[in-house]
Protein backbone atom coordinates (compact mmCIF):
# COMPACT_ATOMS: atom_id res chain seq x y z
CA UNK A 1 0.00 0.00 0.00
CA UNK A 2 1.24 3.56 -0.94
CA UNK A 3 2.15 6.27 1.76
CA UNK A 4 3.30 9.30 1.55
CA UNK A 5 6.69 10.65 3.21
CA UNK A 6 7.03 14.48 4.01
CA UNK A 7 10.23 16.29 5.17
CA UNK A 8 8.82 19.14 6.95
CA UNK A 9 11.04 22.51 6.60
CA UNK A 10 10.29 24.32 3.34
CA UNK A 11 8.48 27.38 2.44
CA UNK A 12 5.93 27.41 -0.73
CA UNK A 13 6.86 28.95 -4.04
CA UNK A 14 5.09 28.61 -7.20
CA UNK A 15 1.93 27.98 -9.24
CA UNK A 16 -0.55 25.58 -8.60
CA UNK A 17 -3.40 24.30 -10.90
CA UNK A 18 -6.67 23.39 -9.34
CA UNK A 19 -8.33 21.04 -10.45
CA UNK A 20 -11.98 20.34 -11.63
CA UNK A 21 -14.44 19.96 -8.13
CA UNK A 22 -14.92 16.46 -7.25
CA UNK A 23 -18.28 17.55 -5.69
CA UNK A 24 -19.08 18.91 -8.60
CA UNK A 25 -17.89 16.14 -11.11
CA UNK A 26 -19.69 13.06 -9.15
CA UNK A 27 -23.74 14.54 -9.20
CA UNK A 28 -22.68 15.70 -12.66
CA UNK A 29 -21.54 12.47 -14.24
CA UNK A 30 -24.72 11.01 -12.47
CA UNK A 31 -27.18 13.31 -14.12
CA UNK A 32 -25.77 11.57 -17.50
CA UNK A 33 -28.31 8.77 -16.64
CA UNK A 34 -31.17 10.72 -17.06
CA UNK A 35 -30.70 11.19 -20.86
CA UNK A 36 -30.45 8.75 -24.08
CA UNK A 37 -28.08 11.56 -25.15
CA UNK A 38 -24.48 12.40 -24.41
CA UNK A 39 -23.38 14.63 -21.97
CA UNK A 40 -19.99 16.06 -22.25
CA UNK A 41 -18.04 16.83 -19.15
CA UNK A 42 -15.05 19.22 -19.06
CA UNK A 43 -12.48 19.56 -16.53
CA UNK A 44 -13.34 16.47 -14.66
CA UNK A 45 -10.43 15.61 -12.26
CA UNK A 46 -8.27 12.38 -12.13
CA UNK A 47 -9.08 10.61 -8.81
CA UNK A 48 -10.39 7.44 -7.50
CA UNK A 49 -13.89 7.77 -6.79
CA UNK A 50 -14.42 9.33 -10.15
CA UNK A 51 -12.73 6.42 -11.41
CA UNK A 52 -15.09 4.16 -9.27
CA UNK A 53 -18.22 6.23 -10.70
CA UNK A 54 -17.21 5.62 -13.75
CA UNK A 55 -17.81 1.52 -13.17
CA UNK A 56 -21.21 2.24 -11.33
CA UNK A 57 -22.37 4.58 -14.25
CA UNK A 58 -21.33 1.37 -16.79
CA UNK A 59 -22.96 -1.16 -14.70
CA UNK A 60 -26.49 0.54 -15.83
CA UNK A 61 -25.18 0.73 -19.14
CA UNK A 62 -23.73 4.28 -19.76
CA UNK A 63 -20.88 3.94 -22.53
CA UNK A 64 -18.00 6.12 -21.68
CA UNK A 65 -14.99 7.53 -23.30
CA UNK A 66 -12.32 9.38 -21.63
CA UNK A 67 -10.53 12.27 -24.24
CA UNK A 68 -7.27 10.60 -24.68
CA UNK A 69 -5.85 13.77 -24.96
CA UNK A 70 -5.18 15.34 -21.72
CA UNK A 71 -6.05 19.41 -21.81
CA UNK A 72 -2.77 20.81 -20.98
CA UNK A 73 -3.25 24.70 -22.47
CA UNK A 74 -4.50 26.12 -18.94
CA UNK A 75 -1.60 26.16 -16.19
CA UNK A 76 -0.34 22.68 -16.84
CA UNK A 77 -3.96 20.84 -15.90
CA UNK A 78 -4.83 17.16 -16.58
CA UNK A 79 -8.19 17.68 -16.68
CA UNK A 80 -10.18 15.20 -18.65
CA UNK A 81 -12.91 16.08 -20.90
CA UNK A 82 -15.30 12.52 -20.33
CA UNK A 83 -18.40 11.30 -22.78
CA UNK A 84 -21.22 9.79 -20.95
CA UNK A 85 -23.82 7.96 -23.22
CA UNK A 86 -26.83 5.90 -21.54
CA UNK A 87 -28.67 5.25 -24.39
CA UNK A 88 -30.56 2.49 -22.27
CA UNK A 89 -30.50 2.00 -18.96
CA UNK A 90 -29.75 -1.97 -18.66
CA UNK A 91 -29.80 -2.26 -14.74
CA UNK A 92 -31.33 -0.03 -12.54
CA UNK A 93 -29.46 -1.97 -9.62
CA UNK A 94 -26.73 -0.35 -8.02
CA UNK A 95 -25.17 -3.31 -5.96
CA UNK A 96 -23.71 -3.24 -2.46
CA UNK A 97 -20.14 -4.06 -3.79
CA UNK A 98 -20.12 -0.63 -6.11
CA UNK A 99 -21.85 1.65 -4.05
CA UNK A 100 -20.24 0.55 -0.58
CA UNK A 101 -17.07 2.44 -1.58
CA UNK A 102 -18.71 6.14 -2.00
CA UNK A 103 -21.20 7.26 -0.36
CA UNK A 104 -22.32 9.12 -3.37
CA UNK A 105 -22.68 6.88 -5.87
CA UNK A 106 -26.05 6.23 -3.90
CA UNK A 107 -27.43 9.15 -5.85
CA UNK A 108 -27.88 7.28 -8.96
CA UNK A 109 -31.18 6.56 -7.41
CA UNK A 110 -32.66 9.92 -8.40
CA UNK A 111 -32.21 9.97 -12.06
CA UNK A 112 -32.58 5.81 -12.22
CA UNK A 113 -36.11 6.38 -10.55
CA UNK A 114 -36.98 9.40 -12.84
CA UNK A 115 -36.16 8.07 -15.67
CA UNK A 116 -36.75 4.37 -15.17
CA UNK A 117 -39.97 4.29 -13.11
CA UNK A 118 -37.65 2.48 -10.36
CA UNK A 119 -34.43 1.52 -8.86
CA UNK A 120 -32.85 -0.52 -6.29
CA UNK A 121 -29.87 1.38 -4.66
CA UNK A 122 -27.89 -0.41 -1.71
CA UNK A 123 -27.50 1.77 1.42
CA UNK A 124 -24.70 3.56 0.73
CA UNK A 125 -20.55 3.49 2.49
CA UNK A 126 -17.84 6.07 1.93
CA UNK A 127 -15.79 7.99 4.83
CA UNK A 128 -16.82 7.12 8.32
CA UNK A 129 -17.40 10.33 9.67
CA UNK A 130 -21.03 9.73 11.00
CA UNK A 131 -24.03 8.11 10.93
CA UNK A 132 -24.57 9.83 7.58
CA UNK A 133 -28.36 8.27 7.10
CA UNK A 134 -30.26 8.62 4.21
CA UNK A 135 -33.92 9.97 5.85
CA UNK A 136 -33.93 12.70 3.92
CA UNK A 137 -33.72 11.37 0.51
CA UNK A 138 -36.42 8.62 1.54
CA UNK A 139 -38.59 11.83 2.68
CA UNK A 140 -37.92 14.01 -0.66
CA UNK A 141 -38.80 11.33 -3.48
CA UNK A 142 -41.42 10.03 -1.40
CA UNK A 143 -42.92 13.44 -1.64
CA UNK A 144 -42.96 13.04 -5.24
CA UNK A 145 -44.79 10.37 -5.60
CA UNK A 146 -42.70 6.93 -4.61
CA UNK A 147 -42.72 4.39 -3.18
CA UNK A 148 -40.13 3.48 -1.05
CA UNK A 149 -39.24 0.17 1.35
CA UNK A 150 -35.52 -0.79 2.55
CA UNK A 151 -35.01 -4.31 2.64
CA UNK A 152 -31.77 -6.43 3.09
CA UNK A 153 -29.93 -3.21 3.06
CA UNK A 154 -31.49 -2.15 -0.31
CA UNK A 155 -33.30 0.86 -1.32
CA UNK A 156 -36.35 -0.17 -3.61
CA UNK A 157 -38.01 2.82 -4.77
CA UNK A 158 -40.54 2.55 -7.66
CA UNK A 159 -42.22 5.58 -8.83
CA UNK A 160 -46.32 6.10 -9.80
CA UNK A 161 -47.62 4.59 -12.84
CA UNK A 162 -47.74 7.91 -14.50
CA UNK A 163 -44.27 8.62 -13.51
CA UNK A 164 -42.90 11.04 -10.16
CA UNK A 165 -45.11 14.31 -9.80
CA UNK A 166 -44.03 17.79 -9.09
CA UNK A 167 -44.37 18.74 -5.09
CA UNK A 168 -43.23 20.64 -2.71
CA UNK A 169 -40.99 19.74 -0.55
CA UNK A 170 -39.60 21.64 2.95
CA UNK A 171 -35.95 19.80 4.11
CA UNK A 172 -35.98 19.71 7.55
CA UNK A 173 -32.32 20.07 7.27
CA UNK A 174 -30.66 21.09 4.50
CA UNK A 175 -28.30 17.99 2.69
CA UNK A 176 -25.73 18.52 -0.14
CA UNK A 177 -26.50 15.00 -1.68
CA UNK A 178 -30.85 15.01 -1.13
CA UNK A 179 -30.59 18.07 -3.09
CA UNK A 180 -28.72 17.26 -5.99
CA UNK A 181 -31.14 14.04 -5.72
CA UNK A 182 -34.22 15.03 -5.50
CA UNK A 183 -33.59 18.10 -8.33
CA UNK A 184 -32.35 15.57 -10.51
CA UNK A 185 -35.67 13.37 -9.81
CA UNK A 186 -37.68 16.52 -10.24
CA UNK A 187 -36.65 17.86 -13.64
CA UNK A 188 -38.86 14.79 -14.94
CA UNK A 189 -41.54 14.92 -12.63
CA UNK A 190 -44.89 16.00 -14.11
CA UNK A 191 -45.39 19.48 -12.55
CA UNK A 192 -43.76 21.90 -10.59
CA UNK A 193 -41.66 21.02 -7.48
CA UNK A 194 -40.57 23.58 -5.27
CA UNK A 195 -37.59 22.52 -2.95
CA UNK A 196 -37.07 24.79 0.31
CA UNK A 197 -34.01 24.95 2.85
CA UNK A 198 -31.88 23.41 -0.22
CA UNK A 199 -28.20 23.53 0.05
CA UNK A 200 -26.75 26.28 -1.56
CA UNK A 201 -23.50 25.25 -2.32
CA UNK A 202 -21.69 25.65 -5.50
CA UNK A 203 -22.09 22.40 -6.75
CA UNK A 204 -25.69 22.66 -6.59
CA UNK A 205 -25.99 25.58 -8.62
CA UNK A 206 -23.04 23.53 -10.82
CA UNK A 207 -25.34 20.63 -11.30
CA UNK A 208 -28.49 23.01 -12.13
CA UNK A 209 -26.53 24.79 -14.89
CA UNK A 210 -25.65 22.03 -16.75
CA UNK A 211 -29.41 20.50 -16.17
CA UNK A 212 -30.76 23.63 -17.49
CA UNK A 213 -28.44 22.95 -20.45
CA UNK A 214 -29.66 19.66 -20.48
CA UNK A 215 -33.57 21.44 -21.23
CA UNK A 216 -34.69 21.31 -17.49
CA UNK A 217 -36.44 24.55 -16.14
CA UNK A 218 -34.76 25.08 -13.14
CA UNK A 219 -34.63 28.45 -10.95
CA UNK A 220 -33.33 29.82 -7.99
CA UNK A 221 -30.11 26.90 -7.34
CA UNK A 222 -27.47 28.64 -4.92
CA UNK A 223 -30.70 30.04 -3.12
CA UNK A 224 -32.57 27.91 -0.41
CA UNK A 225 -35.97 27.25 -2.75
CA UNK A 226 -35.30 25.76 -6.10
CA UNK A 227 -38.34 25.26 -8.45
CA UNK A 228 -37.94 22.84 -10.79
CA UNK A 229 -40.51 22.72 -13.87
CA UNK A 230 -40.95 19.09 -15.43
CA UNK A 231 -39.87 18.43 -18.64
CA UNK A 232 -40.88 15.39 -20.37
CA UNK A 233 -36.92 14.32 -21.35
CA UNK A 234 -33.86 16.06 -21.24
CA UNK A 235 -31.05 16.10 -23.91
CA UNK A 236 -27.38 15.73 -24.18
CA UNK A 237 -25.12 19.53 -23.10
CA UNK A 238 -21.12 19.80 -22.58
CA UNK A 239 -20.71 21.35 -19.29
CA UNK A 240 -17.16 22.31 -17.72
CA UNK A 241 -17.04 21.20 -14.34
CA UNK A 242 -16.42 24.04 -11.62
CA UNK A 243 -13.35 24.42 -9.44
CA UNK A 244 -12.86 22.35 -6.82
CA UNK A 245 -12.67 24.87 -3.72
CA UNK A 246 -12.09 22.50 -1.02
CA UNK A 247 -8.83 21.73 -3.02
CA UNK A 248 -7.80 25.59 -3.40
CA UNK A 249 -8.76 26.54 0.30
CA UNK A 250 -6.69 23.50 0.93
CA UNK A 251 -3.58 24.09 -0.42
CA UNK A 252 -4.05 28.21 0.14
CA UNK A 253 -4.12 26.87 4.29
CA UNK A 254 -1.00 24.70 3.40
CA UNK A 255 0.89 27.94 2.01
CA UNK A 256 -0.43 29.71 5.21
CA UNK A 257 1.42 26.85 7.34
CA UNK A 258 4.46 26.46 5.28
CA UNK A 259 5.06 30.17 4.52
CA UNK A 260 6.02 31.76 1.01
CA UNK A 261 4.21 32.86 -2.17
CA UNK A 262 1.98 30.79 -4.59
CA UNK A 263 -0.86 31.37 -7.17
CA UNK A 264 -3.43 29.04 -7.10
CA UNK A 265 -4.54 28.94 -11.18
CA UNK A 266 -8.15 28.10 -12.67
CA UNK A 267 -9.89 28.88 -9.61
CA UNK A 268 -12.17 31.53 -7.92
CA UNK A 269 -12.15 33.36 -4.82
CA UNK A 270 -16.20 33.89 -4.92
CA UNK A 271 -16.33 29.84 -4.09
CA UNK A 272 -14.78 30.44 -0.88
CA UNK A 273 -15.23 33.54 0.88
CA UNK A 274 -15.56 32.28 4.29
CA UNK A 275 -12.65 29.77 4.51
CA UNK A 276 -10.25 32.91 2.34
CA UNK A 277 -11.62 35.03 5.27
CA UNK A 278 -10.36 32.78 7.79
CA UNK A 279 -7.06 31.85 6.28
CA UNK A 280 -6.13 36.19 5.98
CA UNK A 281 -7.16 36.16 10.16
CA UNK A 282 -4.71 33.76 10.47
CA UNK A 283 -2.28 35.96 8.57
CA UNK A 284 -1.64 34.94 5.30
CA UNK A 285 -2.12 37.59 2.45
CA UNK A 286 -4.80 36.54 -0.32
CA UNK A 287 -4.95 38.68 -3.49
CA UNK A 288 -7.27 37.52 -6.33
CA UNK A 289 -5.86 37.03 -9.72
CA UNK A 290 -7.76 36.76 -13.23
CA UNK A 291 -7.54 33.44 -13.03
CA UNK A 292 -7.25 32.73 -9.44
CA UNK A 293 -5.79 33.91 -6.59
CA UNK A 294 -2.21 34.63 -4.74
CA UNK A 295 -1.89 33.58 -1.38
CA UNK A 296 1.29 34.49 0.81
CA UNK A 297 2.89 34.68 4.45
CA UNK A 298 6.02 36.22 4.71
CA UNK A 299 7.50 36.45 8.33
CA UNK A 300 4.72 36.70 10.62
CA UNK A 301 3.44 33.95 12.07
CA UNK A 302 0.21 31.92 12.80
CA UNK A 303 -2.62 33.74 14.43
CA UNK A 304 -5.01 31.60 16.22
CA UNK A 305 -8.93 31.65 14.75
CA UNK A 306 -11.90 30.66 15.73
CA UNK A 307 -14.20 28.73 13.25
CA UNK A 308 -17.50 27.05 13.13
CA UNK A 309 -18.22 24.49 10.51
CA UNK A 310 -21.64 25.34 8.59
CA UNK A 311 -23.83 24.32 5.29
CA UNK A 312 -22.75 27.14 2.36
CA UNK A 313 -21.89 29.62 2.40
CA UNK A 314 -20.42 29.05 5.68
CA UNK A 315 -16.73 27.93 6.44
CA UNK A 316 -16.67 24.00 5.07
CA UNK A 317 -16.74 21.28 6.91
CA UNK A 318 -14.19 19.44 3.98
CA UNK A 319 -11.84 22.18 5.20
CA UNK A 320 -12.15 21.74 8.97
CA UNK A 321 -9.62 19.52 9.17
CA UNK A 322 -6.71 21.36 7.04
CA UNK A 323 -7.79 24.37 9.44
CA UNK A 324 -7.42 22.38 12.78
CA UNK A 325 -3.94 21.30 10.69
CA UNK A 326 -2.87 25.13 10.66
CA UNK A 327 -4.13 26.41 13.92
CA UNK A 328 -1.41 23.55 15.37
CA UNK A 329 0.87 26.50 15.06
CA UNK A 330 -0.64 29.04 15.81
CA UNK A 331 0.83 31.62 18.50
CA UNK A 332 -2.45 31.11 20.49
CA UNK A 333 -5.11 29.19 21.82
CA UNK A 334 -8.25 28.37 19.05
CA UNK A 335 -11.81 26.57 19.05
CA UNK A 336 -13.09 25.00 16.13
CA UNK A 337 -16.87 23.67 16.39
CA UNK A 338 -18.19 20.75 13.99
CA UNK A 339 -21.68 21.28 13.36
CA UNK A 340 -22.20 18.80 10.07
CA UNK A 341 -20.71 15.60 11.40
CA UNK A 342 -20.78 14.47 14.50
CA UNK A 343 -17.43 12.01 14.54
CA UNK A 344 -15.39 14.40 11.95
CA UNK A 345 -12.61 14.55 14.47
CA UNK A 346 -10.71 11.61 14.10
CA UNK A 347 -7.44 13.73 12.92
CA UNK A 348 -7.00 14.75 16.39
CA UNK A 349 -5.55 12.05 17.86
CA UNK A 350 -3.25 11.78 14.50
CA UNK A 351 -1.93 15.55 14.47
CA UNK A 352 -1.48 14.46 18.34
CA UNK A 353 1.65 12.31 17.06
CA UNK A 354 3.03 15.01 15.35
CA UNK A 355 2.56 17.03 18.63
CA UNK A 356 0.10 18.73 18.52
CA UNK A 357 -1.71 19.72 21.94
CA UNK A 358 -5.63 19.67 20.96
CA UNK A 359 -8.46 18.65 23.33
CA UNK A 360 -12.28 17.89 22.38
CA UNK A 361 -15.09 18.77 23.96
CA UNK A 362 -18.69 17.72 22.57
CA UNK A 363 -18.10 18.94 18.90
CA UNK A 364 -15.49 21.71 19.79
CA UNK A 365 -11.80 21.10 19.44
CA UNK A 366 -9.64 23.56 22.00
CA UNK A 367 -5.67 23.44 20.17
CA UNK A 368 -3.38 25.22 21.39
CA UNK A 369 -0.70 26.28 19.59
CA UNK A 370 2.51 24.86 19.53
CA UNK A 371 5.78 26.37 18.43
CA UNK A 372 7.08 22.77 16.80
CA UNK A 373 5.68 20.20 15.44
CA UNK A 374 7.97 16.74 15.16
CA UNK A 375 7.08 14.10 12.08
CA UNK A 376 5.88 10.77 13.02
CA UNK A 377 4.59 7.77 11.43
CA UNK A 378 0.52 8.93 11.39
CA UNK A 379 -2.43 7.61 9.66
CA UNK A 380 -4.87 9.27 7.22
CA UNK A 381 -8.61 8.22 8.37
CA UNK A 382 -10.70 10.06 5.86
CA UNK A 383 -10.51 11.90 2.54
CA UNK A 384 -9.86 15.72 4.26
CA UNK A 385 -8.31 13.86 7.49
CA UNK A 386 -5.85 12.89 5.53
CA UNK A 387 -4.38 16.15 3.49
CA UNK A 388 -4.41 17.90 7.33
CA UNK A 389 -1.53 15.32 8.33
CA UNK A 390 0.04 16.26 5.04
CA UNK A 391 -0.58 20.51 6.05
CA UNK A 392 0.89 19.58 9.51
CA UNK A 393 4.30 17.55 8.01
CA UNK A 394 4.75 20.63 5.83
CA UNK A 395 6.17 22.15 9.24
CA UNK A 396 6.98 19.27 11.09
CA UNK A 397 10.73 18.52 12.21
CA UNK A 398 11.96 15.90 10.10
CA UNK A 399 10.03 12.84 7.75
CA UNK A 400 6.35 12.76 8.41
CA UNK A 401 5.14 9.34 6.92
CA UNK A 402 1.38 8.97 5.60
CA UNK A 403 -0.14 5.54 5.62
CA UNK A 404 -3.65 4.48 3.94
CA UNK A 405 -2.82 7.80 1.06
CA UNK A 406 -5.96 5.81 -0.42
CA UNK A 407 -8.32 7.88 1.17
CA UNK A 408 -5.99 10.96 -0.05
CA UNK A 409 -6.35 9.80 -3.52
CA UNK A 410 -10.18 9.65 -3.47
CA UNK A 411 -10.28 13.44 -4.09
CA UNK A 412 -6.50 14.75 -4.12
CA UNK A 413 -5.46 14.83 -7.62
CA UNK A 414 -1.34 14.73 -7.81
CA UNK A 415 -0.82 16.30 -4.36
CA UNK A 416 2.52 15.21 -3.89
CA UNK A 417 3.54 16.61 -7.34
CA UNK A 418 1.89 19.86 -7.03
CA UNK A 419 3.20 20.67 -3.65
CA UNK A 420 6.84 19.04 -4.87
CA UNK A 421 6.58 21.82 -7.90
CA UNK A 422 6.22 24.72 -5.19
CA UNK A 423 9.61 22.84 -3.41
CA UNK A 424 7.83 20.72 -0.69
CA UNK A 425 9.69 17.80 -0.03
CA UNK A 426 6.92 14.95 -0.54
CA UNK A 427 7.07 11.76 -2.32
CA UNK A 428 5.20 9.05 -2.51
CA UNK A 429 6.39 5.66 -1.29
CA UNK A 430 5.12 2.22 -2.90
CA UNK A 431 5.53 -0.85 -1.33
C1 LIG B 1 -21.54 16.32 0.67
C2 LIG B 1 -20.11 16.28 0.21
C3 LIG B 1 -19.16 16.15 1.39
C4 LIG B 1 -19.45 17.25 2.40
C5 LIG B 1 -20.92 17.32 2.76
C6 LIG B 1 -21.27 18.50 3.63
C7 LIG B 1 -20.15 15.31 -1.99
C8 LIG B 1 -19.81 14.16 -2.87
N1 LIG B 1 -19.90 15.17 -0.69
O1 LIG B 1 -21.78 15.08 1.31
O2 LIG B 1 -17.82 16.25 0.91
O3 LIG B 1 -18.69 17.03 3.58
O4 LIG B 1 -21.72 17.41 1.58
O5 LIG B 1 -20.87 19.69 3.04
O6 LIG B 1 -20.61 16.33 -2.47
N2 LIG B 1 -28.12 13.78 6.56
C9 LIG B 1 -29.20 13.21 7.17
N3 LIG B 1 -30.08 12.51 6.41
C10 LIG B 1 -29.93 12.37 5.07
C11 LIG B 1 -28.82 12.98 4.44
C12 LIG B 1 -27.92 13.68 5.20
O7 LIG B 1 -29.37 13.32 8.39
O8 LIG B 1 -30.77 11.72 4.43
C13 LIG B 1 -27.14 14.52 7.38
C14 LIG B 1 -25.71 13.98 7.32
O9 LIG B 1 -25.56 12.87 8.19
C15 LIG B 1 -24.93 15.18 7.75
C16 LIG B 1 -25.71 16.35 7.15
O10 LIG B 1 -27.02 15.84 6.85
O11 LIG B 1 -24.93 15.30 9.15
C17 LIG B 1 -25.14 16.93 5.88
O12 LIG B 1 -24.86 15.87 4.99
P1 LIG B 1 -24.97 16.06 3.41
O13 LIG B 1 -25.01 17.51 3.08
O14 LIG B 1 -26.06 15.20 2.91
O15 LIG B 1 -23.58 15.45 2.95
P2 LIG B 1 -23.27 14.64 1.63
O16 LIG B 1 -24.17 15.10 0.54
O17 LIG B 1 -23.21 13.19 1.95
New binding site residues.
Given amino acids: MDRIRIRGGNELHGTIPISGAK ?1 AA ?1 PLMIASLLTDDTLTLENVPHLADVEQLIRILGNHGADISVNGRRERQQGDSYARTIHFTSRNIVDTTAPYELVSKM ?2 SFWVLGPLLAREGKARVSLPGGCAI ?8 IEGLSALGAEIEIDGGYINATAPAGGLVGARYVFP ?6 THVLMMAATLAKGTTVIGNA ?1 REP ?1 VVDLANCLNAMGAKITGAGSSTITIEGVTSLSGARHRVLPDRIETGTYAMAVAMAGGDVVLENTDVALLDTALEAIRRAGAEITPTNNGLRVYRNGGGIKPVDVVTD ?1 YPGF ?3 LQAQFMGLMTRSSGVSHITET ?2 ENRFMHVQELARLGAKISLSGQTAKIEGVPRLKGAPVMATDLRASVSLVIAGLVAEGDTMVSRVYHLDRGFERLEEKLTRCGAEVERVSE
Fill in positions: NLRAGTRPVDLFKVSVGAAEPPTDIF
